[in-house]
């Protein structure tokens, strides 16, 4: 019998050691699965409990507070646009043919649930005062800036002006987003795209 509860003993720690990724994971791409489709406010733990076939208890052992759930979900953004960046043709061609994919590959990133429900979290959560704690928001933008000046790297002009490169870019895409939500049936987004494209070369190699 002791030997018995020697071996569950055993088998509960190493569950501690070996589940909590896979646990973790599956927590927050059903969380942010449940934002997309019933909205920030109608996902109550209970129903990412179920959703996730989990224990609310479980919920609260990877995530003690919400603004926990809430940077890892930000943290999982971040780390899935890193690697749609890291694209084999992102790093070979000329300076304007990646700067094209680069366009397309951020356009599909803010179509995708993720970048909705973080879109989400931060709207509804923008005057709570404990998401101020988290301040890995900036950080997460300034080694996507870096690690795209990397990429970019025949791009000659001062760390500023790439900077504000970047920042038109983005501003650009997610402005043409939101225009595609008030006009879902807006025409020759390509052209838009293209557009975003040839301003942002304009700017991150700027005529001698």
Known sequence: MEK??????????????????????????????????????????KL???????????IYYHFAKKT?????????AHNKFL?????????????EDRVTLLTSLSWHYLQSPLYSATMEIRLVTRN???????SHLTEYFKKRNQRLRQILVESKVSDRQFREALTHFYIS??????????????????GYLRRISRNTVKILKPPD
Do not use: C, W
Request: charged share 25%; net charge positive; no cysteine.
């Open 4 to 45: 018995n509860q020697s071996n569950n003993v055993l088998s509960i720690s190493l569950a501690k050691k070996l589940n909590p990724v896979s646990t973790r994971e599956k927590i927050i791409n059903t969380y942010i699965e449940l934002i997309t489709k019933q909205g920030f406010a109608a996902t109550t733990n």
């Open 48 to 58: 990412l409990a179920e959703k996730a076939k989990v224990s609310e208890s479980t």
């Open 68 to 76: 926990v759930l809430y940077e890892a979900v930000f943290q999982h």
């Open 83 to 95: 690697e749609l960046i890291e694209d084999d043709d992102m790093f070979f061609g000329k300076l």
């Open 128 to 134: 709570d005062k404990m998401m101020k704690s988290i």
């Open 173 to 190: 895409l997610i402005g043409l987003s939101y225009e595609t939500i008030r006009k879902p049936k807006l025409a020759n987004i390509g």
